[in-house]
């Protein structure tokens, strides 16, 4: 069964940082593009950052979190993380992650924009909350 599980989310306060982590189980991560979206109440779902599967692991960043949050790979472990520091109430939501088997293809993200292209992930986690409050 293929599946995605988010976990690392909870309660921070303003200024604190949090590690998010995404597991695959039933297929390999490292052969598909992960990204990582979320979604505040009343809000549209946004994209905040993105990785290749190519070996160059080409990174995507939402304006509101560069310089802020850093997504890596760890591809022993099956897992994508996404850290997360200098957090902010406006950096509350539900945080998802979400795989694209097309991201082994080299010219992935070039024509399109990882952040935005939400129909591009064909797998999706169940989501992890994170709340910045103090």
């Known amino acids: 069964q293929v599946q995605l599980v988010e976990s690392g989310g909870g309660l921070v306060q303003p200024g604190g940082s949090l590690r998010l982590s995404c597991t695959a189980s039933g297929f390999t991560l490292d052969y598909y593009a992960i990204g990582w979206f979320r979604q505040a109440p009343g809000e549209e779902r946004e994209g905040v950052s993105a990785i290749s599967s190519r070996s160059d692991g080409r990174t995507y960043y939402a304006d509101s979190v560069k310089g802020r949050f850093t997504i890596s790979r760890d591809n022993a472990k099956n897992t994508v993380y996404l850290q997360m520091s200098s957090l902010t109430p406006e950096d509350t939501a539900v945080y998802y992650c979400?795989?694209?088997?097309?991201?082994?293809?080299?010219?992935?993200?070039?024509?399109?924009?990882?952040?935005?292209?939400?129909?591009?992930?064909?797998?999706w986690g169940q989501g992890t909350q994170v709340t910045v409050s103090s």
């Open positions: 979400a795989a694209d088997p097309q991201g082994v293809y080299p010219t992935w993200g070039e024509t399109f924009s990882p952040l935005e292209a939400v129909n591009e992930y064909e797998y």
